[in-house]
C-alpha cells in the first residue's frame, strides 16, 4: 500500500467535497506521532487523548490559514504544542502544589499508568523530563525523541534555533543530574 503523502491530504481538505476523507487521512498519518509527542508534555494518557482530539479539531477549523509556507508535519507539531502548553497552564492554575509533591505526584502518575513500560532507568529518565520547565520539556522531547532539526523546531515553537539549543542544553544537564541522584545502579 502506498503511503499517502501530504500535498494528497492538503488537496483533499481544501476541495468541496473531499474534506472528510483528507481529515481521515491526516489523522490516520499524524494521530500516533502527535500523541506521543503530547503525551510526553503532559504525561497523562487521558490528557494526551484530549490535547490531542483538541489538536485535530483546531487542525480542522484552521486548514484554510494553512499557506504552505512549512511542512505540514511542523504545522501540526505547532498546534499540538501550543494545545499542549495551553493544557499545561490550565492544569497549574488549579493545582497549587510545591515542587515535591508535584514530583511525587507526577511519580504517582508514571507508576500507576498502563501505557509506561519500563525499567527503574526508563522510569526515572521520563520522571525527570516531566519535572522540566514546560518549554524546556518541549524542546527537549522534540529533539531528542522525534529527533526534529533545530530548523524545524524554530518554526514548531516560533523562536530562535540559539534560545531551542540553550533550553536543549538546559534541559539535558537538568535530566542528567535528576538521573545521577535518583536511579540505583
Known amino acids: 500500500m502506498q503511503a499517502i503523502n501530504d ?13 472528510e476523507k483528507g481529515f481521515r487521512a491526516l489523522v490516520a498519518k499524524y494521530s500516533e506521532r502527535l500523541y506521543w509527542h503530547i503525551r510526553k508534555m503532559v504525561v ?24 504552505g509556507d512549512s511542512a505540514l508535519y511542523t ?14 497552564k490550565k492544569k497549574q492554575r488549579k493545582q ?13 502518575r ?4 498502563t501505557y ?13 523530563i516531566a519535572t522540566l520547565p514546560e518549554k524546556q520539556r518541549v524542546v527537549f522531547n522534540l529533539r531528542y525523541f522525534e ?12 523562536t530562535s534555533v540559539g534560545a531551542l539549543k540553550a533550553s536543549y542544553h538546559h534541559a539535558k544537564s537538568k535530566i542528567e543530574t535528576f538521573v545521577k541522584n535518583n536511579v540505583q545502579w
Not at 10 to 19: D, E
Not at 110 to 113: A, C, F, H, R, T
Not at 147 to 157: A, Q, R, T
Open 147 to 158: 529527533n526534529m532539526k533545530y530548523d524545524d523546531m524554530s518554526e514548531v515553537l516560533e
Open 75 to 88: 504545522w501540526l507539531y505547532r498546534i499540538a504544542s501550543n494545545e499542549g502548553l495551553t493544557h499545561l
Open 110 to 113: 508514571l507508576k500507576s499508568s
Open 7 to 19: 500535498e494528497d491530504i492538503l488537496q483533499w481538505l481544501k476541495t468541496p467535497g473531499s474534506q
Open 44 to 67: 497523562d494518557h487521558e490528557d494526551a487523548n484530549d490535547v490531542l482530539q483538541n489538536t485535530f479539531i483546531k487542525t480542522y477549523r484552521g486548514i484554510g490559514n494553512f499557506k
Open 96 to 108: 497549587t502544589m510545591d515542587i515535591d509533591d508535584e514530583t511525587l505526584h507526577l511519580d504517582n
Open 116 to 128: 509506561f513500560e519500563g525499567d527503574q532507568v526508563q522510569h526515572v529518565l521520563q520522571l525527570a
